[in-house]
């Protein structure tokens, strides 16, 4: 790993920390806050891909757990892993990875709507499906409750990854910092960027 890459991961991992400044929004019916950290793993990882992105909100993740209040209202610390948000907040990890995956293997031909798409999969789809089933074992509630429940989330997500396409698209223009899989001929004709 290069100090590009550790810098990359510190700095995806800081605006996590920045997304976390935004105050949540609080649905009482089921205790999860609505906060704009659920776009750092659709930025993390679109624009510094698969692996960069999930050690990103990894090492997140970790200074979460060790007590730096970095979540939306100044929480961190070991406690919040036994509450009904870890599921979400350890989701982030597979989310960056999975939408990392979708961006490095469509990268070529990458555009608003695939980056939509793959916000779409690993930002909301593999997030729900890690964290519902936590909310419902956790809250010890009802699967079809806790499923019922984050609906609500579904158009304030949508408009998340809406963004956070546009931004994956434009930076992929402006200053990509991700190799299309197997392609050092690509790398080699970025020294700019790469090196």
């Known amino acids: ?3 590009r890459d550790i810098v990359l991961i510190a700095l995806f ?7 976390g400044a935004f105050p949540p929004l609080m649905i009482p019916a089921i205790g999860v806050p609505i906060t704009a950290q659920s776009m750092g793993p659709m930025l993390a990882g679109g624009i510094i891909g698969a692996k960069r992105g999930a050690l990103s909100m990894l090492l997140f993740v ?3 757990a060790v007590g730096l209040p970095l979540l939306p209202g100044g929480r961190g610390g070991l406690a919040i892993f036994a509450g009904p948000t870890a599921g979400f907040i350890l989701g982030w990890i597979v989310a960056a990875f999975v939408i990392g995956l979708i961006v490095e293997r469509f990268w070529r ?3 608003f709507v695939i980056a939509f798409l793959a916000t779409i999969v690993g930002g909301v789809g593999i997030l729900y499906a890690i964290g519902i089933p936590w909310i419902a074992l956790v809250g010890g509630v009802p699967f079809n409750t806790a499923f ?7 158009p304030g997500d949508l408009i998340k990854a809406g963004l956070a396409a546009a931004a994956i698209v434009m930076v992929k223009r402006a200053y990509p910092m991700i ?3 197997g392609d050092e001929a690509w790398r080699a004709a970025r020294p700019d960027v790469f090196d």
Not at 13 to 19: D, G, P, R
Not at 148 to 154: D, E, P, R, Y
């Open 1 to 3: 790993m290069s100090t």
């Open 13 to 19: 991992a800081a605006l996590m920390a920045a997304l």
């Open 62 to 64: 970790a200074l979460v």
């Open 109 to 111: 031909k990458l555009n």
């Open 148 to 154: 019922t429940g984050s609906l609500a989330f579904i």
């Open 179 to 181: 190799t299309p899989a």
